[in-house]
């Protein structure tokens, strides 16, 4: 079945520093990739999803870039904010699926310090 | 913007007893979604929805049914609560997949359940 692997759990780093976050994936078909935040106590929503042109998703200064060699969807921001402290999912939905099904990833918890 | 409700926002249940989670969503989507999210898990699909009048089984169905009266409207049942059920639960709307697009899918705020 499909499946999706977030390495960190908690990644604390101060703010104005880089950041990426992991994301690796399994699935039979050619999937959409989705990166989530939610920050506390509220819903998560939808940061950034992959193309199927290849091109490098952007928003709010993150970006991801699709590997489908690496099965890799890794999440990058130059400087981080302290807006940025939240927690972060990697998802995906796999090429078959009628209903737009997501499978989640376990999250990473972002923390950044001024 | 996508609006997604839920009720109620936080329900305290007891074990053996019977809890209904309600969502309502204005966006006149026609899938919808109910996950529960747990530290060490992030959120897994308990059952989800093409319209009025179907039910899915998600991932995690053991224990939940489900109900879409309505475009707008999605419940999840719990006939009989345990403490495993213990969870924060949301609802989500979206789109079906188009032509090689895969739509996103709109959260509501979320329901903390404890069952005592």
């Known amino acids: 079945g499909d499946s999706v692997t977030q390495t960190e759990g908690l990644v604390t780093l101060t703010e104005g520093l880089p950041v990426m976050l992991n994301c690796t994936y399994q699935s039979t078909y050619s999937p959409f990739l989705f990166w989530y935040v939610q920050h506390l106590n509220e819903a998560p929503k939808l940061l950034l999803k992959s193309f199927t042109d290849n091109k490098r998703p952007e928003h709010q200064g993150f970006h991801a870039t699709l590997h489908k060699s690496s099965s890799s969807f890794h999440l990058q921001k130059s400087s981080a904010q302290l807006s940025d402290s939240a927690l972060y999912y990697c998802?995906?939905?796999?090429?078959?699926?009628?209903?737009?099904?997501?499978?989640f990833g376990i999250g990473t918890r972002v923390l950044v310090r001024p | 913007e996508a609006a997604v409700t839920q009720s109620p926002r936080n329900k305290v249940a007891v074990t053996g007893g019977k809890v209904t989670l309600s969502c309502n969503q204005t966006?006149?989507?026609?899938?919808m979604y109910w996950y529960r999210q747990d530290t060490g898990h992030g959120l897994r699909l308990i059952h989800y929805s093409y319209g009025a009048g179907s039910t899915e089984k998600g991932d995690i169905p053991d224990g939940y049914k489900a109900s879409r009266p309505s475009q707008e409207n999605f419940s999840l049942i719990l006939e009989l609560a345990t403490p495993s059920q213990t969870s924060v639960y949301f609802c989500a709307s979206g789109d079906p997949p188009g032509l090689g697009v895969y739509a996103e899918q709109f959260f509501g705020p979320g329901t903390r359940l404890t069952v005592l």
């Open positions: 966006n006149n989507h026609n899938n």
């Open positions: 998802a995906l939905s796999a090429g078959n699926s009628a209903g737009n099904k997501l499978t």
